[in-house]
Protein backbone atom coordinates (compact mmCIF):
# COMPACT_ATOMS: atom_id res chain seq x y z
CA UNK A 1 0.00 0.00 0.00
CA UNK A 2 3.20 2.29 1.02
CA UNK A 3 4.10 2.01 -2.86
CA UNK A 4 0.96 2.76 -4.17
CA UNK A 5 0.51 6.15 -1.92
CA UNK A 6 4.66 7.08 -2.89
CA UNK A 7 4.05 7.09 -5.84
CA UNK A 8 0.72 9.60 -5.83
CA UNK A 9 2.83 11.81 -3.48
CA UNK A 10 5.16 11.93 -6.23
CA UNK A 11 2.80 12.71 -8.69
CA UNK A 12 1.24 15.63 -6.26
CA UNK A 13 4.82 16.98 -6.11
CA UNK A 14 5.58 17.20 -9.88
CA UNK A 15 2.86 19.77 -9.15
CA UNK A 16 4.16 21.53 -6.46
CA UNK A 17 7.54 21.56 -8.27
CA UNK A 18 5.52 23.21 -11.18
CA UNK A 19 5.00 26.33 -9.11
CA UNK A 20 8.88 26.40 -8.53
CA UNK A 21 9.51 26.06 -11.73
CA UNK A 22 6.62 28.91 -12.63
CA UNK A 23 8.86 31.37 -10.20
CA UNK A 24 12.46 30.22 -11.36
CA UNK A 25 11.17 31.03 -14.97
CA UNK A 26 10.47 34.69 -14.26
CA UNK A 27 14.64 34.42 -13.47
CA UNK A 28 14.74 32.83 -16.50
CA UNK A 29 15.89 29.62 -14.94
CA UNK A 30 14.77 26.34 -15.83
CA UNK A 31 14.43 23.62 -14.02
CA UNK A 32 15.12 19.62 -14.29
CA UNK A 33 14.20 17.32 -11.55
CA UNK A 34 15.19 13.55 -11.50
CA UNK A 35 13.35 10.81 -10.49
CA UNK A 36 15.44 9.73 -8.24
CA UNK A 37 15.06 13.12 -6.44
CA UNK A 38 11.27 13.24 -6.94
CA UNK A 39 11.46 9.69 -5.27
CA UNK A 40 13.25 10.93 -2.25
CA UNK A 41 10.69 13.86 -2.24
CA UNK A 42 8.05 11.69 -2.19
CA UNK A 43 9.71 9.57 0.47
CA UNK A 44 10.65 12.74 2.68
CA UNK A 45 6.96 14.54 1.90
CA UNK A 46 5.11 11.05 3.00
CA UNK A 47 3.46 10.34 6.34
CA UNK A 48 1.00 7.46 6.93
CA UNK A 49 -1.45 10.02 9.32
CA UNK A 50 -1.21 13.22 7.08
CA UNK A 51 -0.74 12.27 3.64
CA UNK A 52 0.66 15.07 1.18
CA UNK A 53 0.25 17.43 3.74
CA UNK A 54 4.12 17.33 5.03
CA UNK A 55 4.93 17.78 1.19
CA UNK A 56 5.57 21.05 0.99
CA UNK A 57 7.79 21.34 3.83
CA UNK A 58 9.86 18.61 2.19
CA UNK A 59 10.29 20.85 -1.05
CA UNK A 60 11.57 23.80 0.91
CA UNK A 61 13.35 22.01 3.04
CA UNK A 62 15.28 19.74 0.07
CA UNK A 63 15.13 21.84 -2.84
CA UNK A 64 13.41 25.42 -2.66
CA UNK A 65 16.11 26.60 0.44
CA UNK A 66 19.22 25.04 -0.33
CA UNK A 67 18.51 26.11 -3.91
CA UNK A 68 17.82 29.72 -2.88
CA UNK A 69 21.28 29.65 -0.95
CA UNK A 70 22.88 28.38 -4.09
CA UNK A 71 21.45 31.08 -6.63
CA UNK A 72 22.34 34.33 -4.05
CA UNK A 73 26.28 32.47 -3.94
CA UNK A 74 26.20 33.35 -7.96
CA UNK A 75 25.96 29.07 -8.41
CA UNK A 76 23.28 30.05 -11.05
CA UNK A 77 22.23 32.79 -12.83
CA UNK A 78 19.89 33.62 -15.62
CA UNK A 79 19.63 30.63 -18.83
CA UNK A 80 20.86 28.04 -16.61
CA UNK A 81 18.69 24.41 -16.73
CA UNK A 82 19.48 23.48 -12.91
CA UNK A 83 19.12 19.58 -12.92
CA UNK A 84 18.21 18.76 -9.22
CA UNK A 85 18.55 14.57 -8.79
CA UNK A 86 19.58 12.79 -5.91
CA UNK A 87 22.22 10.46 -4.91
CA UNK A 88 23.04 7.97 -1.46
CA UNK A 89 19.80 9.74 -0.37
CA UNK A 90 21.07 13.46 -0.63
CA UNK A 91 19.28 16.09 -3.15
CA UNK A 92 22.08 18.12 -5.35
CA UNK A 93 21.80 20.07 -7.62
CA UNK A 94 23.95 20.94 -10.96
CA UNK A 95 23.86 23.07 -14.19
CA UNK A 96 23.09 21.09 -17.12
Given at each position: MRAIDEKHIASIARIQLAYLEKRLARLEMHLDVSDAALAQLAGAGFD????????KRAIQEHIENPLAKRILEGQFAAKDTIKVDCTDG???FTKA
Amino acid sequence: MRAIDEKHIASIARIQLAYLEKRLARLEMHLDVSDAALAQLAGAGFDPVFGARPLKRAIQEHIENPLAKRILEGQFAAKDTIKVDCTDGKIGFTKA
